[in-house]
């Protein structure tokens, strides 16, 4: 993850990625979620641990948010399943 002019971005690495269309930006609630997990095995329930822990969030939609993060994510290739 880099902060590009105040915006924080992930850019997967590879041949896949030649083209970088797979630039994601992240909001400030997910660069915290990348910066807790890089390098690390994690899960949803992770992250959304991670949330409550951190933000003033109902588990409901935290859960749905990691759900459609994770999504994002390996959609893009920056992780596997």
């Known amino acids: 993850m ?10 997967a690495e ?3 990625n030649i083209d970088f269309s797979s630039i994601i ?5 997910a660069a915290y979620l ?8 994690f899960n949803a329930t992770d992250l959304t641990r991670l949330l409550l822990d951190e933000y ?3 588990e409901a939609l935290a ?3 990691v759900a459609t993060l994770i ?9 596997d399943e």
């Open 34 to 41: 990348w910066n807790n997990i890089k390098g690390k095995d």
């Open 56 to 58: 003033d969030v109902e």
């Open 25 to 29: 930006h992240l909001n400030d609630s």
């Open 63 to 65: 859960c749905k948010d």
């Open 2 to 11: 880099r902060t590009i002019c105040g915006e924080n971005i992930i850019v």
């Open 71 to 79: 999504e994002s994510w390996r959609n893009a290739g920056l992780i």
């Open 14 to 16: 590879g041949e896949q």
